[in-house]
């Protein structure tokens, strides 16, 4: 079965630093979608970035950007020059060809002044 | 602005009396899903329709319903809500292209259940 992993339940970082989540996961799929889903105290679930697996080139949206190590099963998230409004829930999710989408535990952000 | 939308935001209900939400979306995706999410943890899904094919997870409780009446709108049902049924729900859409190509989903804002 597959399986996604946060190691990270939390995390900070200084407004305009640079911070990287972690995520791993379990598939022996070979074709599947990675993403990364941020979930702002308002509680409305958004896409920031999304990798096809079968795609060497790391994806990257403004000021995020993936780590994708498809050997590894790792695919991390960068996000450069924080801003207080990143603050969020980040899931780290997994799809192969089915329906389902495996999310991961989470990791909470927080983003200091 | 295309979007999925839920209501009620908050609902309050009483143990063991029936409970209904509801999500309706105008971007026209084939694909609708309910998640139930307890605080602080990672999304469950209940069930989806593909279309009109119902799709219910193996560890789904039969207290949870859903109906799908027509492609804009879905409900989930609760029979008979018990205290650990209190969570936020969500519904979701996703567009599966005739190809097979999958597009990612788009999250309602949520519906927080309180069951007293």
């Known amino acids: 079965a597959q399986t996604v992993t946060q190691s990270q339940p939390e995390m900070s970082v200084q407004e305009a630093e640079t911070v990287t989540l972690s995520c791993t996961y379990d598939t022996s799929e070979s074709d599947y979608y990675l993403f990364w889903y941020k979930q702002p105290p308002s509680r409305q679930m958004i896409l920031v970035i999304r990798?096809?697996?079968?795609?060497?080139q790391n994806a990257t949206e403004n000021r995020f950007s993936v780590n994708f190590q498809k050997a590894a099963k790792s695919f991390s998230l960068k996000i450069s020059d924080s801003q207080l409004g990143d603050a969020a829930m980040y899931f780290c999710a997994y799809r192969s060809g089915g329906f389902k989408t495996i999310f991961g535990a989470g990791t909470r952000l927080f983003v200091k002044a | 602005d295309a979007m999925v939308i839920q209501n009620p935001r908050y609902q309050v209900t009483q143990f063991g009396k029936p409970v209904t939400l509801s999500c309706s979306q105008t971007l026209n995706h084939n694909v609708m899903y309910w998640y139930q999410q307890k605080s602080s943890q990672a999304p469950k899904l209940l069930f989806h329709?593909?279309?009109?094919?119902?799709?219910n997870e193996a560890d789904t409780p039969d207290n949870f319903q859903s109906r799908r009446p027509n492609t804009s709108f879905c409900f989930l049902d609760i029979r008979s809500p018990g205290l650990g049924d209190a969570a936020m729900y969500l519904c979701?859409?996703?567009?599966?292209?005739?190809?097979?190509?999958?597009?990612?989903?788009?999250f309602g804002p949520g519906t927080r259940l309180t069951v007293l």
């Open positions: 990798q096809e697996a079968y795609k060497q």
């Open positions: 329709y593909y279309d009109k094919d119902f799709n």
């Open positions: 979701a859409t996703s567009r599966r292209t005739s190809g097979g190509a999958w597009n990612e989903q788009f």
